[in-house]
């Protein structure tokens, strides 16, 4: 990152949970770090009505939150000037009218370079009215570059992702919309692109000849808590699956790109291959749970949350598999789980267990690239034991502690935003990668449609998650890794 960026930022949701927690915090380092230039402005929208003034006190107050400085009040309150405050009912004309002259004066204040982002972080069933007006006002024809940022969900299912693409189409081009998958932005998920890229003897090895199996984990003790009301309406497949795990797992299984700019047609090319489901595989290999009370009482089932319906089918957990038949894998079996409200802590992996001698091993050599904690790749190979003769043992190498140490990842935003304003879409999700998401979530959603209610709740919350994800992968003669059943 090493050229300053600048421009105006429109944030629509600037009272939300994300900007506070993720956005101001993001924005204040690219600042700090000069990626981000003087010669920038950020107007906040949302339907409260707050004075600037008070918008700069959110903005330092999130700062302070997220840093845990309070050193740096004095510089985050004179980077929140660069902010301002406008109240917008989406559907109401005239605010975007006052917006456009907002963003004009702005223009000429700061003298901005001809950027414009339009950070979207609202309710999905305002992105379409908003863009709408964004056309119909005229603020997209002040002459410049204008780029939309989506946050997630995109649809409900392909069918509604298609219908909300048509509607943004008409106001921006696929090359301006950029759709934010967060955990694309992640180094450490990066990291596994780039481990393969910078080490040719991964690519000797990354193939059915070498590799067993994949494992991909992204578990969470955290639980649902107040965010029932989405929640319910989601479920993990689409919460983490149709999104993260996909996204993850593309950059694991694609082939790997000759440049930057042919990284989006290698995932593209890779979610094609992953077959949809139907209802026999759908019954055959994938899990679904929902969590009841906790065996202690601590946390609450599941259904008895706020906004959760008393007879929810709606899933916490899933975990499954599925082969990728193509030359450089061959039936590779990808295995996937996620889930809230699970012993394991937070804890995101990827594991590439390698083919080996078991019959005579210890436990599987394997590659283990870590997101969460994020701290990148750990091996773990069958060696000479110390003092054993010639038994096999398994030694863990470990990144160097110092440089673990001295590792401080960026915030995944913060790379995003910087990427959307140098007009770079590498990071984002594109529209086929989307269409190929869809198609493989909608596939199993369809087959549960078809199948009766499950037992629900079928796990304690804060236990390893239902006995039947063990069974998944242990009639394959395989074990989940780590954290172990
Ligand atoms: C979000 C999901 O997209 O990702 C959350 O909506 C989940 O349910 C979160 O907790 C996990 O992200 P991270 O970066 O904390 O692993």
Redesign the pocket.
Known sequence: MDQQVSGIIVLFGASGDLAQRKLYPSLFHLYQQGWLSQRFALIGTSRRPWTDEHYHEIIVESIINYTKDESLRAVAGEFAQHFYYISNDASQTEDYILLKDKMLDLQKQYQTDKNFLYYLSIAPSLFEITSHHLKKTGIIDIPGNHRVILE?PFGVDLASAQSLNQALNISFAESDIYRID??VG?ESVLNIWATRQYNPFFEAIWNHNYIDHFQVT?S?D?P?GS?GG??DQ?GALL??FQ??ILQVISFVGMDLPNSQDDLHPKKEAFLREIPSFDLESVQTNIVRGQYGQAKDGSEPAYRDLEGVSEDSSTETFVAGKFRINNDRWQGTPFYFRTG?ALSSG?Y?TVEAVLKDNLSTCDSPNRMTFV??PEYGLEVSMNQKAFKGGFKPQTMRMLPDKEILESRVASE?YEILIYYAFLGNQMLFTTWEELKEQWRIADSIKDAWLQLDPPAFPNYPAMTKGPEAAKDLIESDGRRWINPQY
């Open positions: 997630k967060h955990y992640k992204l969470e955290l649902v965010r989405y929640y989601t919460d983490m999104n993260h809230k937070k995101t997101i969460t995944s």
